[in-house]
């Protein structure tokens, strides 16, 4: 098979010739460019200078060689973000910038990625005179996929699977950056309707990137991103039935037009934590992919996600625990976890070998090459 064809393959419920694996096709699947500096050094390869795909993250996508060597079935089309188009300010201790959306970020020199420090709309009471004067960028300027479809083309030439990320951060997350969190949290609770109405201005942000985008890139896209954190390591951020009056319906809105524009591409949505109460309901929206499958989360039990929902969405990640055993185990758990891993999800297709969200700058090179090769080995049919 084609990578193409494997990833086709598992999205459709039915088991490949191996498991696909995906590295960096977005911006919660990839690597950091410290641990993948240090993965070409462990592997003999020549140094060479990554591309930063997010600046915030400090993610990098790898280079041919690397891709090559482990079998990495995807390939992801960067359109340009806040995150990508800015330029950083020396101010001694820190690097810093302001982004298209007037987020302030800075990092210590010696971090590892860069924190949120300012929230353009956080000084002020939601309103609708807050919200009609704000800048908010506009999604549909052609700048932003420029040289994508000849990349896409290329990708499919070479029987890869093409990704398309979305244009920002999810509803639910933009609203936080924009207004606080604190403020965010009181906001949905106090002001639902001017609430609703802030959401609406990043909807239509998102809406006008993939209407433009897919009108020339969907016939080239097997799988488009979007994605919105409402888990926690215990619960959820916010109840269900505030993200049923108040997101779900938006949400569904956006998933609709992602569907319409690409009919023949999968939705994939990306939500950290215990998202289990609303598993449900994603499915019923068209969510056909669930990332990253935070399997250490409470409630995100893996044999019990795949027996309850694994004949109607897929699980894009999962693969092996990036918070205990990717950085801080033996090479020789790794490989007991990800062989067990693959064992539960793999069955019956609907299953993608990816990490929990993305490898942290302190996962010790051996810990990596350990898992992609138990991938290789233990994920033939």
């Not at 990043?202 to 919105?228: C, N, P, Q, R, S």
Request: proline letters at 5%; a negative charge.
């Amino acid at each position: 098979m084609t990578s193409r064809e494997r990833l086709l393959t598992a999205l459709n419920h039915q088991e490949p010739d191996r498991v696909p694996i995906d590295l960096a096709s977005v911006q919660v699947t990839g690597i950091s460019a410290i641990a993948y500096n240090r993965l070409r050094d462990y592997l003999g390869l020549d140094a060479r200078e990554p591309q930063i795909c997010d600046a915030i993250q400090q993610i990098c996508i790898p280079h041919d060689d690397v891709y090559d060597k482990y079998g990495i079935d995807t390939r992801g089309l960067w359109p340009l973000m806040n995150h990508m188009d800015f330029t950083d300010t020396d101010e001694g201790e820190y690097f810093a910038h302001i982004d298209e959306w007037r987020f302030a970020y800075r990092r210590k020199k010696e971090a590892f990625w860069y924190d949120l420090y300012k929230s353009p709309m956080e000084n002020d009471t939601l309103s609708a005179e807050l919200i009609d004067n704000f800048p908010f960028p506009k999604g549909d300027e052609k700048r932003r996929i420029e040289g994508l479809k000849a990349q896409a083309q290329a990708y499919r030439d070479q029987g890869y699977a093409v990704v398309l990320k979305s244009i920002c951060a999810g509803l639910f997350e933009m609203m936080i950056r924009l207004r606080g969190m604190q403020n965010a949290m009181i906001d949905l609770m106090m002001d639902p309707v001017n609430s609703g109405k802030l959401i609406d201005r990043i909807l239509e942000h998102k809406i006008e990137f993939f209407e433009m985008a897919l009108e020339e890139l969907g016939d080239l896209v097997d799988v488009v991103a979007e994605g919105d954190d409402f888990g926690t390591q215990a619960s959820q951020l916010i109840s269900l039935d505030t993200w049923r009056d108040i997101f779900k319906p938006r949400q569904a809105e956006l998933i609709q037009t992602m569907h319409k524009k690409a009919p023949n591409a999968k939705v994939f949505f990306h939500s950290c934590g215990n998202i289990r109460p609303f598993l449900p309901e994603f499915i019923e929206m068209g969510i056909d992919i669930i990332n990253p499958v935070h399997i250490t989360a409470d409630g995100m039990e893996p044999k019990q996600l795949k027996k309850d929902f694994g004949k109607d969405v897929v699980f894009w990640g999962g693969g092996v625990d990036t918070q205990g055993t990717l950085p801080n185990g033996t090479p020789d758990e790794v490989r007991e976890q990800v062989k067990r891993l693959i064992d539960i999800f793999a069955e019956g297709g609907g299953f993608v070998f990816n990490t929990i969200h993305n490898i942290q700058a302190d996962v010790p090179p051996q810990n990596i090459v350990a898992m992609y090769e138990t991938v290789l080995e233990f994920g033939n049919k």
